[in-house]
């Protein structure tokens, strides 16, 4: 599984940052890890150094073997929330399609 993180206005993309968010992403996606052959993270500050509730975004792009990406979209007043917000529905998405996949074999 290869993890892109790509960062927008607002963002410092640091490889310590990088580091911590891959760490993440590889615990939140561990038992998919056979499945899914590429991650891409995008990660936004809507209103950079003005602040704000919710501006924060973190869009998690997912590619599974042989079938289209499937994208979700967090938005939070931290990034480290966006970031577990969309993990979260990525794995709930994740979890629909294999599961409805498994019905039909």
Known sequence: MK?????????HGSEESN??????LMDGFDRFKDRITRLE????????????IA????IIE???????????DERAATIASAIHGATRK???????????????H
């Not at 993890?3 to 963002?11: D, E, K, S, V």
């Not at 501006?55 to 973190?58: A, L, N, R």
């Not at 990525?90 to 019905?103: C, K, P, T």
């Open 19 to 24: 580091i911590r968010i891959t760490e993440e």
């Open 55 to 58: 501006d924060k975004s973190c």
């Open 41 to 52: 993270v995008f990660l936004h500050d809507e209103n950079a150094l003005k602040g704000g």
């Open 62 to 72: 997912a590619r599974l073997g042989g079938r289209r990406p499937i994208a979700v």
């Open 90 to 104: 990525m794995v709930q998405w994740i979890e629909r399609i294999l599961g409805r996949e498994s019905l039909h």
């Open 3 to 11: 993890i892109l993180i790509n960062t927008a206005h607002g963002i």
